[in-house]
């Protein structure tokens, strides 16, 4: 099948704990994208809340499947016809009083077609900033990739940056997703580096749709969305506050950067 060139886009959010407000707040960047031609459009982590405490995702959570959240999303991709994907939202798990972190896809017709649970679990602690997802996400345990018109998308969540051998595991893929809430302080630092160097060593471009600002709770998300090419160029960003980062996902100069440079090729390991 041939692969079809895509416009994509990352929606970056500051979420806040109400999840109707947030719906709302979603909407309007979908349909600023749209405006512009997007077909396959990011949300960030966590895009329907950022509560004060764990106990507001909690209240939050939804049954895979079931629920007003899944209901928008559901709605929203089959109303604009596009490919909408949920940075991720809180599900149900099988243990209680804890959650799943899960993105979900949504094909043009509305259809729930692929769910990734985080598997790596971000832990982190500096001066008072601490941060221990353990504590009440249920970690999931298999890599997930689609196949769709637009090639082979691999699916990821904030902290599985760090981890280069989940997309090892996907590879070859054409775009990689990933929806965060990323710590001002840590974003600082290595985010910007971290997407360019998967975007490089996978030769594929790289779709990071960001939390960014100072939330009502008070936390400080890092933002700096962008979409990043196969060699590693910054097609578009957005550093803060919420807004549209919108490219071409271009198979041509896919083909163009693994002919010249067959890295993917000379892997042994």
């Not at 886009?9 to 031609?37: C, F, I, T, W």
């Not at 077609?113 to 679990?121: E, G, Q, S, T």
């Not at 594929?204 to 400080?220: D, K, T």
Request: hydrophobic residues 45%; aromatic residues 8%.
């Amino acid at each position: 099948m041939n692969k079809q060139n895509c416009r994509i886009a990352a929606l970056q959010m500051l979420s806040g704990p109400r999840v109707e407000a947030n719906l709302k707040a979603a909407a309007r960047l979908v349909a600023e994208a749209v405006d512009q031609g997007a077909q396959l459009l990011l949300l960030p982590e966590y895009f329907p809340i950022i509560g004060n405490t764990d106990a507001d995702r909690l209240r939050a959570c939804e049954d895979f499947g079931h629920g007003p959240i899944q209901d928008w999303l559901a709605e929203t991709a089959a109303r604009h016809g596009i490919w909408l994907v949920a940075g991720s939202l809180p599900l149900t798990a099988a243990t209680p009083a804890r959650m799943h972190n899960a993105l979900l896809v949504y094909d043009p017709q509305g259809v729930c077609v692929r769910r990734y649970d985080k598997i790596h679990l971000f832990n982190f602690r500096k001066g008072e900033e601490y941060y221990d997802e353990a504590a009440l996400i249920e970690a999931g345990a298999q890599p997930a990739a689609l196949e769709t018109p637009f090639g082979r998308i691999a699916l990821s969540i904030c902290y599985d940056l760090r981890f280069p051998e989940l997309y090892r595991a996907l590879a070859p893929v054409d775009l990689i997703l990933l929806p965060a809430a990323f710590t001002d302080t840590t974003g600082r630092a290595h985010w910007e580096i971290l997407l360019r160097a998967r975007a490089i060593e996978n030769q594929c471009y790289v779709l990071a749709a960001g939390q960014g600002g100072r939330h009502e709770s008070g936390r400080l998300t890092h933002g700096n969305s962008m979409i990043v090419d196969p060699w590693g160029e910054i097609l578009d960003r957005k550093i803060k506050g919420p807004g549209v980062v919108i490219a071409d996902l271009d198979h041509a100069r896919l083909a163009d950067i693994r002919q010249s440079l067959p890295a993917l090729a000379h892997r042994r390991l």
